[in-house]
């Protein structure tokens, strides 16, 4: 799945600091022969389904991995699909080998219905008992053990087509007709196929699928054929999978549309994008940009793609994912990859190129070679991150990636910041921790780190590396440490064991650099390191890396040096250095999972020099250092924001957004009520020249640049800076939105829509918007109006809108964006759930709910955290994920409350010169 919005495969809440972060923004194989066809059902072997399992029978096994005495060797199933429908109608075949004498089979199962089952061992039917649990597994039980050796199992059973989750076989309306699709990360394979639901066991699967006449079914394989059955409904029969685990199975039926894509990578594999019926003309930047994308993942990792066709599907509307790489059958949610060519703005195309750069990668990372569980899945979303950045990068270097790379990295060591963040390797015990991984740390921090190791040993052996690792497991599974050593027999031993230090602890690394010239020694810089916290944190700042630390002093390339920090404490000698240099500035192309501090001093004239010296990339990197020094207290955020009129003065347009984004970090909450209208005036004075300048609309022919820049700026002045002639233009830009979507485009139409419903937003608003949601079937267009729906301040309103949540007639994968109200708001926001609770989990998707208490880490008071923890810390347990989530929000308030004390008195010195 892509990365954590803002893809991610999870719907984390960002803290201010991460604003940034949101607005920066091989060989075909041939599988083994399907099983042969399972001789027909005999009565006495007909399962006998019980209630639990037997006292004579052994217990269930514990934990979240079935014991590998029973292997699966292939399975073939069949399914039974009517869109519409709530019940699916499957048979599958499962291919065993036995390790030992067996008398219960375990499988994994949620919500399925066992009809009839069988199996044979030893040449023998043997008779069986179905041993259903209330944990997620199925046994299969024998009156005598069944011997090691081969054995199958055919089980004929029903399961759950659902209508409001995004997982495991689900069902949606788009434009009158109905429509079936699956995802299955990470442990939803179980609600369509009793089996062994786990990433570490990868084998060949086959797949057909009896549907209607009329529609089209797709899965991961090319269509072997179909024949004709009664009653209007055909068999389409796939061919076999290469080895593939449970989870990266995938399927749709429905009447789709079906846009050819011609043909991509070197062994011209076929491409065609899938979309519900009518949306075919909203396909055509995916069709186009797709196969050269996948191209260029061929041409760095050396192989060609592993699959024999690509097709890529959209899904209507998805809550709780972006998108997923099912090998051959990537699927991607509306809102991100279907627009009208009118209606392609430039952050949609960099956000479909960049999810799909991802999802490419993942075909060699997590595809090709899989994680052998959970607590790897680094190896797949790492990677794909990393990967994909690469792409994206030679796709279009005129979009400045390595400008978003900063950005996103930002977002991770936000995240990372708080002592409830996990470990990109994080142990997994429970669904919670499974769940807990699709997360900021696995994604961008483990790209990071990627990036940063490649930095530091060059970029030739550390492909060397890669290739090495996906050669030597190809079809298979791998463990951190098979990377690690694959990368170290190309570079050196010390490398594994430098990743291993940020892959097996939490926290960012805070190094500081201090310039030592001492007479008749060369120029030296004093390193140091400890761990970053905020300020208000219990952590301690005692941990160690190895940190690769790369450091510039003037320009040209002979102006750089590099170092493995392993220890507290290092001196690194500038051998190059031919006087004492002016400055040193760490973190050299803006690479690095570390914070810098160079010192105040040093940091104001680093940040005020021009660019010959720090390129841009480097420049936001220290940005984004220095909001991080006044969030821990080493700078007072007065110290940064006295920085801001010069950053913003040489009108570069990335640069003028990181300023911007470095204001709007300081919160509303945080500044004193008495000296708001001081800090609306700097931010006026600041920036509202050039908001105005730039105006609310794009010019022909301008910059990509500024049109990202804008929105940024007329959102920030408008709310912030409280400009009234400002906010009456965004109104009525609103409402002629409203009227007419081609007014303006949606990435300035969407805050303009959330700021009129913001500041004055009223009755009238409130219904229009809300009809031009129920009426709306452009889904890009159709999440800004549910997002402008959760910014009003009336009451009344914010009841009515969380009202909408479950009686507004919404898809329920829709209407989960309706919990994000004005955190003004969230005694109103807190009540509707606790007074709702039971509905919520019984109607919304589960997945998504997972994220809820998230929503809420945007208070600043104590009384608002302990009405967020009256109200969640009873109810999290129900909800697969939400414990970590709730831990995380929190801490997110407490760490508020702390900072709003420390920050005050050095912005009330700042806004009162």
Aim: hydrophobic fraction near 45%; glycine fraction near 8%.
């Amino acid at each position: 799945m892509p990365a954590p919005e803002p893809r991610s495969k999870a719907r984390r809440m960002k803290s201010p600091r991460t604003l940034l972060a949101l607005l920066a923004t091989t060989v075909a194989c041939s599988a083994a022969p399907p099983p042969p066809s399972p001789p027909p059902p005999s009565p006495t072997a007909a399962a006998k389904p019980s209630a639990r399992a037997p006292s004579d029978l052994p217990a269930p096994p514990a934990g979240l991995r079935l014991p590998r005495a029973v292997h699966p060797l292939r399975y073939a199933a069949t399914l039974t699909l009517v869109p519409g429908d709530d019940v699916l109608r499957g048979e599958i075949t499962i291919d065993l080998s036995l390790a030992e004498p067996t008398r219960v089979l375990w499988l994994h199962a949620e919500k399925l219905t066992v009809d009839e089952a069988r199996i044979e061992a030893g040449a023998r039917h043997l008779p069986l008992r179905v041993v259903p649990t209330d944990d997620g597994l199925l046994g299969f039980a024998l009156d005598t053990a069944a011997p090691p050796g081969p054995a199958r199992l055919v089980v004929k059973y029903r399961g759950v087509i659902s209508a409001v989750d995004d997982h495991g076989a689900f069902r949606e309306e788009e434009g009158g007709a109905s429509y079936i699709f699956s995802h299955f990360e990470a442990t939803a394979a179980r609600r369509v196929f009793p089996c062994i639901d786990d990433p570490g066991v990868k084998v060949p699967w086959q797949l057909s699928l009896r549907v209607r006449e009329a529609d089209v079914a797709l899965s991961n394989t090319r269509v072997l054929g179909e024949d004709e059955e009664p009653g209007g409904m055909k068999l389409v029969r796939f061919a076999p999978t290469p080895p593939l685990p449970s989870y990266l199975l995938a399927f749709a039926v429905g009447p789709f549309d079906i846009v050819d894509a011609g043909v991509a990578g070197k062994n011209k594999v076929p491409v065609r994008i899938v979309v519900p019926r009518g949306l075919a003309e909203k396909a055509s930047f995916a069709a186009k940009t797709t196969p050269p994308l996948l191209g260029m993942a061929e041409a760095y990792l050396g192989s060609a793609y592993p699959y024999d066709k690509l097709d890529v599907v959209t899904i209507p509307r998805l809550s709780s994912f972006g998108a997923m790489e099912n090998p051959g059958l990537v699927t991607y949610g509306a809102r991100g990859s279907l627009s009208a060519p009118s209606d392609e703005t430039p952050m949609f195309r960099r956000g479909f190129t960049a999810t799909m750069a991802h999802e490419l990668a993942h075909q060699w990372f997590g595809n090709l070679v899989t994680m052998d569980f959970w607590d790897d899945l680094w190896l797949n979303e790492a990677f794909a991150t990393w990967m994909g950045s690469k792409i994206v990068e030679q796709f279009a270097p005129a979009w400045r990636e390595d400008a978003r790379r900063v950005a996103m990295t930002s977002y991770a060591m936000s995240e990372d910041g708080l002592l409830s963040a996990r470990k990109i390797r994080q142990e997994i015990l429970t669904q919670d921790d499974i769940s807990n991984a699709f997360d900021g740390i696995t994604y961008q921090k483990g790209a990071a780190v990627l990036r940063m190791f490649e930095a530091y040993v060059g970029p030739d052996k550390f492909q060397r590396g890669v290739r090495r690792y996906l050669d030597e497991h190809a079809h298979g599974n791998a463990k951190a440490a098979d990377f690690l050593a694959a990368l170290s027999a190309e570079t050196s031993p010390e490398i594994g064991a430098a990743i291993a230090t940020f892959l097996d602890q939490p926290g960012v690394p805070l190094v500081k650099a201090e310039l030592s010239c001492e007479k008749g020694k060369s120029p030296a810089v004093k390193l140091s390191q400890s761990r970053w916290l905020p300020a208000g944190s219990a952590g301690a700042a005692e941990s160690t890396w190895h940190v690769p630390v790369c450091l510039r002093y003037g320009a040209g390339p002979e102006a750089r040096a590099c170092t493995l920090l392993t220890t507290k404490t290092a001196e690194l000698p500038l051998e190059s250095a031919k006087s004492c240099p002016a400055l040193v500035a760490l973190k050299d192309d803006g690479v690095g999972y570390h914070h810098a501090d160079p010192g105040k001093e040093a940091l104001a004239r680093l940040l005020g020099k021009p660019g010959t010296f720090l390129g841009l990339p480097q420049r936001l990197a220290l940005l984004d250092d220095a909001s991080a020094l006044v969030e821990s207290g080493a700078l007072g955020s007065g110290d940064v924001l006295s920085l801001v009129p010069g950053l913003v003065a040489g009108r570069e347009p990335l640069l003028e957004r990181g300023a911007a984004s470095l204001v709007a970090r300081v919160r509303d909450v945080h500044v004193p009520a008495d000296l708001r209208p001081r800090f609306a005036r700097f931010v006026s004075r600041t920036f509202g020249p050039r908001a105005r300048a730039l105006g609310l609309l794009p010019k022909p022919g301008e910059d990509e640049s500024i049109t990202f820049l804008r929105p940024l700026l007329v959102s920030l002045v408008a709310d912030r800076g409280e400009d009234p002639a400002l906010l009456a233009e965004l109104r009525a830009l609103a409402s002629r939105f409203l009227d007419d979507p081609a007014a303006a485009p949606l990435d300035v139409a969407g805050p303009a829509l959330a700021l009129a419903a913001r500041h004055g937003g009223d009755r009238a608003l409130f219904d229009r918007l809300r009809e031009a949601a129920r009426n709306e079937r452009d889904e890009r267009r159709r999440s800004a109006l549910l997002e402008a729906l959760t910014s009003f301040r009336a009451p009344a309103l914010v009841d009515e809108s969380l009202a909408l949540v479950l009686e507004g007639g919404f898809d329920p994968r829709s209407a989960v964006r309706l919990f994000r109200q004005d955190e003004r708001m969230l005694d109103r926001s807190l009540g509707y759930i606790e007074k709702n609770w039971s509905a919520l989990v019984t109607r919304m998707p589960g997945e998504a709910l997972g994220y809820l208490p998230l929503v809420f880490q945007g208070a600043c008071d104590e009384a608002g955290r302990a009405a967020v923890a009256r109200v969640f810390e009873g109810r999290v347990s129900e909800i697969v994920g939400a414990p970590r989530s709730l831990a995380q929000s929190l801490e997110a308030i407490s760490l508020c409350v702390a900072q709003q004390k420390k920050l005050e008195p050095s912005l009330r010195a700042f806004l009162q010169k």
